[in-house]
């Protein structure tokens, strides 16, 4: 985000008290890596219960905005989503004389995780203060969008249309939380009220995929047999509904998985004062989900896995000491 027309504020700043992580200290001297765009300083500094700021959300209004090719530009402004700003000047095709506001941004854009807690409660609250926007320009909706829209019970935002000029949008300031995001991702069980709980207490949830960042499970099978063993529900993203995962975590105390954007199911559905236990790969040290745990009063826990042909081995009984120091 660069220079705008005018800027405006809602919501207020937030005081939150960030809560002692659970996690065994002998297990950080597995860490080779820290996760893109991170530092150790930041993640060690997660852990720790103090007092942390939430600032209000700061929107920028822009008058004759173009979007194009997936990213917005106004005079000095620019508001990257898709991020390839090689076809700057395409040919202007239509003009838009609607306001509106655009909840999509870069890594919403790339990422299902910040498209569940960023963008999303986003949506909800932008819904009240006129036209939502978004872009999906180059890829496909998440397999999960429709899903969750329906689940709360409210209606898509509208498509930015390609090569257009709007008379006026705006455009939310970047920031890791603000207070309104923050204020609706605590409302968001309540919303799920007209679904029906599964009852599960203990959840696992796979990632899928092929991932090339050590997030794969090498011991995945032998995790899932335990899983099932101590009386855990399986959550499969690639193959459950949106309204299947929230209704097997409204009632759950503990949900377990590698770090990864699936996990963000949970911190959308999970009961307050639940836990969520993230088996980190130790070349990619990543808490990010702790201040989304935080701010939604939930605890966070984590264990550190082991490297094994570029995959990450969580040993079991290590498990098992993290699940019941949980429980």
């Known amino acids: 985000m660069q220079a705008s027309s005018k ?16 996690y065994r200290k002998e297990e950080l001297g597995k860490i080779t890596g820290i996760a893109p765009y991170r530092s150790m300083a930041l993640e060690v500094a997660r852990l720790s219960q103090c007092d942390i700021g ?41 003009e838009m004389n609607t306001t509106g506001v655009v909840v999509a941004n870069r890594q919403s854009h790339q990422y299902f995780g910040h498209w569940l807690h960023d963008e999303l409660p986003m949506t909800i609250f932008c819904q009240n203060h006129g036209r939502v926007l978004t872009s999906h320009f180059g890829k496909k909706p ?22 257009c ?44 995929g092929n991932n090339h ?24 993203p690639e193959k459950d509904s949106a309204k299947e995962i929230i209704e097997n975590l409204l009632d759950a105390k503990l949900v377990i998985g590698i770090e990864g954007s699936h996990l963000a199911n949970a911190l959308l559905s999970m009961p307050e004062h639940g836990c969520l236990l993230v088996i980190q790969p130790p070349n990619r040290f990543n808490n990010i989900f702790k201040d989304y745990c935080d701010v939604t009063y939930r605890k966070y ?18 498990l098992q000491k993290m699940i019941d120091a949980c429980i």
Request: aromatic share 10%; hydrophobic share 35%.
């Open 213 to 236: 960042d050590n997030r794969n499970l090498e011991n995945e099978d032998a995790i899932i047999n335990f899983m099932l063993k101590i009386g855990g529900t399986i959550i499969n």
């Open 7 to 22: 800027r405006w504020v809602a919501g207020e700043y937030l005081t939150i008290e960030r809560q002692q992580a659970m």
């Open 54 to 94: 939430i600032p209000p959300a700061v929107f920028h209004s822009l008058k004759d905005a173009i979007f194009t090719n997936g990213n917005i530009y106004s005079n000095r402004a620019k508001h990257l989503i898709a991020g390839n700003t090689r076809s700057l000047f395409s040919k202007i095709t239509r």
């Open 165 to 208: 000029l709007y008379k006026e949008i705006s455009i939310l300031e970047p920031a890791p939380l603000n207070s309104v995001q923050v204020g609706s991702l605590r409302q968001f069980r309540k919303r799920f009220s007209h679904l029906h709980s599964k009852k599960k207490e203990v959840v696992f949830i796979r990632r899928g």
């Open 142 to 163: 998440y397999i999960h969008e429709a899903g969750y829209y329906e689940a709360l019970q409210t209606p898509p935002p509208t498509e930015l249309d390609n090569n």
């Open 301 to 318: 826990a984590f264990t550190i896995g082991d490297s094994i042909s570029g995959r990450t081995h969580q040993n079991i009984t290590h």
